[in-house]
C-alpha cells in the first residue's frame, strides 16, 4: 500500500479533534507543506529499511514522509494526546504497523531507543533543540547521521567554524560527535502557526570510532563552557576558575600546545580536547606527588 502525506486541512483539523493549540511561545510549528517535508527527508539521505529515530512528530507530517521512503520509525513524542494518535494517523495513510514505533515520553530523559536507530530526523522545537541533540548524540552511539530543522540561528551555530562570532558552546559539543553542515533553507509560510524566525536545515555525520572516553568529554565540555561563559577573556584567564589560578591555567594551556593569551573562540574541538587530557595528566601528577610526600603513620 502506497503510504499518503497530511495536507494542511486535514492537519488542522486533526488538531481540532485533539485540542491540540500550537503556541508560538513553546516554538510549536507544524509543517503543512508536502514538499518541505520531503526535502528534509532527502536531505537526511533517509534509505528504504533503515531504521529512523524521529524527535516530536507532533500530528506526523513528517513522519509519514519518512515512511514514504520505505523506512521504519522510532517516534519520541512527550504529548500524550499526539503519541496516543500517531499510530491511528499513519495506519490511515497507508502505514503497516510493523513499521512505526510510538514512544511516549520526554526526549530528553528517554536512555534507550526501540530499534536502534542510525539516523536522526526532526522537526525540532528552538527551546530544547540544542540540548536534545546533544542527548541523542551522548546517549545513542548508533545513530550515524541525521538531519534535524532547527531556528536559523541555532542551525548556523552548530554548523560554525572556529573563529566566527557565532562560533560558541554548541558548535564545540556538536563538533566532538562529527562533522556538521547547514543542509537546506526553509520558507515560514510552510509552517502553522507562522512562526517569528528562520528555520534551516542542518544535518551531521558522526566520526568513526569514539573521540574519547566519557570523562574526557566531560571534561572536555567543563573546559568548553567556561571559556565561552567568559568569551571575551583570554583563555588563561577564563579558565582560572577550573584550574584555581590564571598560572596554573597558562601551564596547562602551554604544555597542550594552546596559547594562553587565545580565545575560546580560536579554539578546535581537538584542541578543547588536548587541554582536557592535559589537565587530567596534571592533576594525576599532583595526586602522585601528594601520595609520595604524605607522611606514613
Not at 529499511?49 to 513522519?63: I, Y
Not at 531507543?113 to 540540548?131: D, H, K, R
Request: net charge negative; no cysteine; hydrophobic share 45%.
Amino acid at each position: 500500500m502506497t503510504v499518503t502525506l497530511l495536507g494542511a486541512t486535514e492537519i488542522r483539523r486533526l488538531a481540532a479533534e485533539l485540542d491540540v493549540t500550537p503556541t508560538k511561545k513553546l516554538g510549536q510549528n507544524f509543517v503543512t507543506d508536502a514538499n518541505t517535508v520531503r526535502k528534509i527527508v532527502q536531505a537526511a539521505r533517509v534509505q528504504p529499511h533503515e531504521r529512523v529515530v524521529e524527535v516530536g512528530p507532533g500530528l506526523g507530517s513528517l513522519t509519514l514522509a519518512i515512511l514514504e521512503t520505505g523506512a521504519s520509525v522510532t517516534a519520541v513524542e512527550i504529548d500524550h494526546r499526539l503519541a496516543a494518535r500517531l499510530a491511528q494517523t499513519a495506519a490511515m495513510h497507508g502505514v503497516e504497523a510493523d513499521r512505526l514505533t510510538v514512544v511516549d515520553a520526554d526526549a530528553l530523559r528517554i536512555t534507550e531507543l526501540p530499534g536502534e536507530p542510525t539516523v536522526l530526523v526532526a522537526n525540532l522545537p528552538y527551546n530544547v533543540s540544542v540540548p536534545v541533540l546533544l542527548h541523542f548524540l551522548e546517549n545513542f552511539a548508533y545513530l550515524q547521521r541525521g538531519v534535524v530543522m532547527v531556528q536559523a540561528e541555532v542551525a548556523e551555530r552548530l554548523a560554525a567554524k572556529p573563529g566566527s562570532k557565532i562560533y560558541g558552546s554548541p558548535s564545540v559539543k556538536a563538533a566532538w560527535y562529527g562533522e556538521w553542515k547547514l543542509s537546506g533553507t526553509v520558507s515560514r509560510q510552510v509552517f502553522w502557526p507562522v512562526p517569528n524566525v528562520d528555520s534551516l536545515l542542518v544535518g551531521f555525520d558522526r566520526s568513526e570510532g569514539e573521540r574519547g572516553t566519557e570523562d574526557e568529554r566531560r571534561r572536555t565540555f567543563q573546559i568548553v563552557d567556561a571559556a565561552f561563559n567568559q568569551r571575551r577573556k583570554m583563555l588563561r584567564q577564563a579558565l582560572s576558575g577550573i584550574f584555581g589560578s590564571s598560572a596554573a591555567a597558562s601551564e596547562v594551556l602551554i604544555a597542550a600546545g594552546v596559547a594562553p593569551t587565545a580565545r575560546g573562540e580560536d579554539l578546535t574541538v581537538e584542541d578543547y580536547q588536548r587541554i582536557a587530557q592535559h589537565a587530567a595528566a596534571a592533576e594525576s601528577a599532583a595526586e602522585a606527588l601528594a601520595d609520595d610526600v604524605a607522611p606514613t603513620q
